[in-house]
């Protein structure tokens, strides 16, 4: 079963569920939303252009032609497409509320002894890290109180200019705005069996071959963790 936001002859977007991996990793029969396009589409070329945390929900974009797919992956090297989420923090309101857009330009590396996390490196710090370190822009356009039933948490509007894998999540920790049931790199909050990672890809926008494209995905409604 696929959930789409839109489809034309050139792109097909889903609205991924969290708790959905975006790509097949390891195991064949693993569920992801992957799978469910291609089982959808037997006959058709359909490629994933980008992967979301599987935690995380939203727009996820697949090319329906090969050449489709060249003319994205050029987009997203070139930063032409737009990227904006919603985050739900843990932390509290600060006080005074920074200037906004509130600019967060840090590069990623992968962890010294973790595949599964990002570090930050801030200017003139030293840290241990493997691999090369990834620029990485974060924009926060906006902090007020959620109002999500059962949760007491900041909603964040978030712009990304890069994709490096956990930006949001380790920019906004290291900010001090921890996600909700981020079991890497919140705090506290609350369990992970209750809560799911307070993030969701919200709206994508890029122009194709002479059209603009603005495809939204709405917030849920709640954060509760689906068993």
Do not use: C
Not at 10 to 30: C, E, W
Not at 170 to 181: N, Q
């Amino acid at each position: 079963m696929i959930d789409p936001l839109f489809e034309d002859d050139f792109i097909l977007a889903l609205n991924k569920p969290s708790g959905l991996p975006s790509q097949n990793q390891q195991d064949p029969d693993q569920d992801t939303a992957e799978r469910r396009v291609t089982n959808h589409f037997p006959s058709s070329p359909i490629q994933l252009l980008h992967r979301l945390d599987t935690g995380t929900s939203g727009v996820l974009l697949f090319a329906k032609t090969d050449e489709i797919f060249l003319e994205m992956r050029q987009k997203f090297a070139e930063r032409t497409l737009h990227k904006s989420y919603i985050a739900w923090s843990e932390a509290t309101p600060p006080d005074p509320l920074p200037d906004f857009p509130l600019k967060i330009d840090l590069p990623l590396a992968h962890h010294p002894q973790s595949k599964k996390r990002m570090i930050v490196l801030p200017e003139g710090k030293f840290r241990r890290f493997r691999g090369k370190p990834l620029t990485a822009l974060t924009w926060i356009d906006s902090i007020r109180p959620a109002h999500l039933p059962g949760l007491r948490a900041l909603r964040i509007e978030v712009r990304i200019e890069t994709g490096v894998m956990h930006q949001i999540r380790a920019h906004l920790a290291h900010a001090g705005f921890p996600l909700v049931g981020d079991p890497i790199y919140g705090t506290s909050g609350a369990p992970a069996t209750s809560v799911r990672l307070g993030l969701h890809a919200s709206r994508v926008e890029f122009e194709l071959r002479g059209a603009r494209y603005r495809i939204h995905a709405p917030e849920p409604d709640t954060l509760e963790q689906i068993p």
